[in-house]
């Protein structure tokens, strides 16, 4: 079978999203990937039949341990990232537990930012608990608190940058040092809103990236999926313990889907910039408008961490309103003509929803009340999170200001 090893050396990133992973087919001469469904494949030789047995044969025998077109999405995702490697998953969730949970045993103690996305701080706080797993919710823009809650058992520090929904960044090159000088093994990124466009995590000391697929590379809304990327020898093993025994794999159709997306990134997210700067520009004078967060404005306060190690400044913002949120949430359902009033973000389409703080906190952000009070000192009553989309700016522009315009 074709194979692409070799291949990407030297090329721009645009050209790896186009090509790398990707093969003319070498029976029907097809120039698209191959979408193959199959969930079992005939070897060519005897094989072992455990996965554990399987390991010296190159080709496909079993779905949940690889299968041809979700390989394909693979080999591009780890070209994307300067990575040896990739493993994915069913969704961004299942990649965060499956590395998770794949390198950390009982005992082991985890650091987690103490804001950060939703699902993954209820992972950390409520569900590895109950395994034995302890974790420490960590404001990580602080080092000397970083360094303060290593432990002799601190086996990972997790990071986001930017953060959902707070827009934190985090300084990468010198949390994966400091973590790794004392010891912790594992640096993993959830790069999810920046995407290898913006940043690449590996290159600034991390062992592992995690991407929720579902966002910028599917980037069209029609597909979920996850990611880890990283070095070969290590996401061996995790696709023998996480895939394999956890189950939590990307179908094939999703893969293609996603493949067909990720050619696209590299313009989508100079689209998603460009368009993100005049929205932004826009929020930050109007006077209905307290406060806007997006890396790209010089407002950011971290904005020179932002233009050192980031990109492209990505499409993600929040801000927050004069008025109570949820009166302008509810005009924005009933009113906004072009953006969706919707979770999720990182699509063609641009997307908005209102993040209340007595909700987030009471489901997720209440580690101690410390992290209580940090985080309504940042968000108030709320922020609303913009994804915005590819459609013209102006047009965007005028449909948020319907909806602000004190009535
Ligand atoms: C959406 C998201 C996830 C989870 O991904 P799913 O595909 O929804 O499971 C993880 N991290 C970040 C930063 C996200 O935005």
Known sequence: MARTKGRNAGWGEETLAVHAGEFVDPVTRASSPNLVMSSTFAPEKLTGFSARDEQGYEGFIYGRVSSPTVKQLEDKLAALEGAESALAFASGVAAAHALICGRLSKGDHIIVPDANYVGIAELTRDTLPRFGIDASFVDLSDLGAVAAAIRPNTRMLWL????NPTMKLCDIAALAKLAHDRGVRDVAVDSTYATPIATQPLSLGADFVVHSLTKYFCGHGDAMGGAVIGRKTELASLNLEASVHFGGILSPFNAWLIMRG?????????????????????????????RVFYPGLASHPQHELARRQMKNFSGMMTFQTKRPGPEIAARMVDELEIIHYAVSLGHHRSL????????????TFRHDAAQLKRYRDYAGDGVFRLSVGIESPDDLIADLARVLTLS
Do not use: C, N
């Open 160 to 163: 986001e940058t930017p953060a």
């Open 262 to 290: 990720a050619a696209t990134l590299p313009i989508r997210m100079r689209a998603h910039e460009s368009a993100a700067m005049k929205v932004a520009a826009f929020l930050d004078q109007h006077p209905a408008v307290s």
């Open 352 to 363: 908005i929803y209102w993040i209340g703080t007595d909700d987030i906190q009471g489901s």
